[in-house]
């Protein structure tokens, strides 16, 4: 037999049985041996009920094998695993490795047309059902993928990408819908969400994260500055069979920095909104930052879990937000039950009884510049924080930082372009394209009241239970386990495990490039794996 030829039929063996049901994702819990949604599950925990890494052993993990992506940008997808395969995403190419060897079955490559995305070569990861791969492009196409051999089955384009539309996310399906949402806040577009029928890429419903004539919310608009009011969806959401709600978290207004060009609270930006899964239909909405002025996207993860709250067991929505606060909120009506700050803040003056933040005196954006806790990098950002039912504590990866911001009025819109009013002046830059940019010099360090940690919180009261503090800022998502373990990383490239409990380092390892995803678990004939990318290369460790 011809040597190309059996290597093809081989491949067609190993990914043969990727059959992935909605069945399969909605129990993703008893399969930990995958990892079948970009949070690992539909309740978003990313948390692991494999122990064969635990506390004891797990300073002799070894590097296994590693996988060098040919891109240059952040690399900030976290892969799946099924059945022996992983796949993961290099710019906007789909790879399929073996998770065993990292050998390579496939390569989907796709060369995105011109964009005007603000931050890089960004794709956070993939989306499976059936034996299909859905993938969300740069220039704002939902494509579908053969998981056997990488052929793509259809191509749907959601949106303009010479308008400022890009997407940067990872897909969920649920049901038979692959649910994605646009990004380009800072371009002027006005966001939305979108489910297509997975067999044929065809839109089954809309919701438009910036309400327009007749909508509800749209009065929250002054003038026609909903038209380009910005409303990014970065990040994937999560979902929940028992209510069929799906809940996302939406991004900052536009134009940045200046509110006086777009009166009101500008719904639904800096909101997570829960949609009916089946038709878009909005059932309730909790805005966390009225009127924005500060860039304070609300693109964390929403977690769900199920605990007691005050005496009774109730269906909760646990969220670090940018804007430094902790949130608990009822995930079947919204109800707000929690708002506390996990960083230092100084814009918050409190809540009043609906959960609405009053602000504080002074923290209005004007031309001179107004100086504001935690800073437009927020107190945390996009990557993904963990909670683990052993421990019952939530973590995240956490910013103390400050801006100064400031506030422009002459902005004019024009399509596809820089669309802010105003600035921002950072002690933590953002990550952005190819460089880790160094403030200060390159000998800055993150000190004192400025630095980065990982920190545990009791999630029914938001009280810090302890902290691990980093030398540089981290964009590194988190990973718990069953053998109370905590995988994550940071800019200054380490990828390290902690005890869960206690905070306490077990194991690290100097990777080479900065962590800017979420690590995740997985095993295959009964080894246990950890995979994480640092710089632009995938590695995975498992014992001898």
């Known amino acids: 037999m011809n040597a190309r030829l059996f290597i093809f039929i081989t491949a067609l063996v190993a990914v043969g049985s990727a059959q992935v049901s909605f069945n399969r994702i909605l129990n993703a819990n008893k399969e930990p041996q995958n990892w079948l949604t970009y949070g690992g599950s539909y309740s978003s925990q990313r948390y692991s009920t494999l122990d064969q890494i635990n506390r004891e052993n797990v300073k002799n993990l070894e590097l296994k094998w590693v996988f060098q992506a040919k891109w240059l940008d ?3 997808t976290t892969p799946l695993v099924v059945d022996g395969v992983l796949y993961t995403i290099q710019g906007n190419d789909v790879v399929a490795l073996d998770a065993l060897t990292g050998r390579i079955f496939w390569i989907y490559r796709y060369t995105p047309a011109e964009t005007r995305a603000c931050c890089g070569r960004i794709s956070r990861g993939l989306a499976i059902w059936g034996d299909t791969l859905f993938l969300a492009t740069l220039d704002a196409h939902l494509i579908a993928v053969d998981a056997k051999d990488g052929q793509a089955l259809w191509d749907t384009t959601v949106a303009d990408a010479k308008s400022g539309y890009s997407m940067t996310l990872a897909p969920l399906v649920i049901k038979d819908k692959v649910i994605v949402g646009t990004a380009g806040g800072e371009r002027g577009i006005r966001g939305f969400l979108a489910a297509y029928d997975a067999r044929t890429g065809k839109e089954a419903w809309r ?3 910036v309400p327009g004539p007749g909508e509800p919310g749209h009065e929250t608009w002054g003038g026609d500055s909903w038209m380009h009011g910005g409303g990014s969806v970065w ?6 069979a028992e209510t069929n ?26 909101s997570v909104v829960a949609l009916d899964a089946d038709t878009g239909k909005l059932k309730w909405h909790y805005q966390f930052m009225p009127h924005d002025e500060f860039d304070w996207d609300a693109v964390q993860v929403p977690v769900l879990a199920d605990m007691t709250w005050q005496g ?16 608990v909120l009822d995930r079947t009506s919204g109800e707000f039950l929690l708002g506390k700050p996990f960083v230092k803040q100084n814009w918050n003056a409190g809540f009043d009884e609906k959960g609405r933040p009053i602000k504080a005196p002074m923290t209005k954006t004007t031309k001179e510049g ?10 945390t950002n996009w990557f993904s924080p963990s909670y683990s039912p052993r421990t019952e504590l939530f973590y995240v990866n956490a910013w103390e930082n400050t801006s100064t911001i400031f506030a422009k009025r002459d902005v004019e819109y024009q399509v596809g372009m820089s669309y802010t009013a105003g600035a921002n002046r950072s002690i933590v830059p953002p990550l952005v394209g190819m460089a880790m940019r160094a403030p200060q010099g390159p000998n800055f360090r993150m000190e004192e009241e400025n630095y980065s940690a990982v920190r545990a919180l009791d999630p029914r009261t938001g009280e810090r239970k302890w902290e691990f503090k980093m030398s540089e800022a981290t964009d590194a998502g988190i990973l718990t386990t069953a053998s109370d373990l905590l995988f994550s990383g940071g800019r200054e490239g380490y990828f390290f495990a902690l005890d869960a409990r206690t905070g306490g380092l077990l194991w690290k390892v100097a990777l080479g490039g900065q962590i800017t995803m979420g690590p995740v678990t997985y095993s295959v004939a009964g080894k246990q794996y950890v995979a994480v990318a640092a710089g632009n290369a995938l590695s995975v460790f498992a014992f001898r």
């Open 74 to 76: 952040p690399f900030e």
């Open 207 to 209: 919701f438009n994260a």
């Open 235 to 240: 990040v994937t959401g999560s979902y929940d």
């Open 245 to 270: 709600l799906t809940y996302w978290g939406i991004g900052n207004a536009g134009p940045d920095y200046d509110g006086d060009v777009r009166p009101g609270d500008n719904l639904y930006t800096g």
């Open 312 to 327: 009774r067991p109730r269906k909760l929505m646990l969220w670090a937000n940018r804007n430094g606060f902790y949130y």
């Open 370 to 379: 107004v100086l504001i806790y935690p800073g437009n990098q927020g107190g």
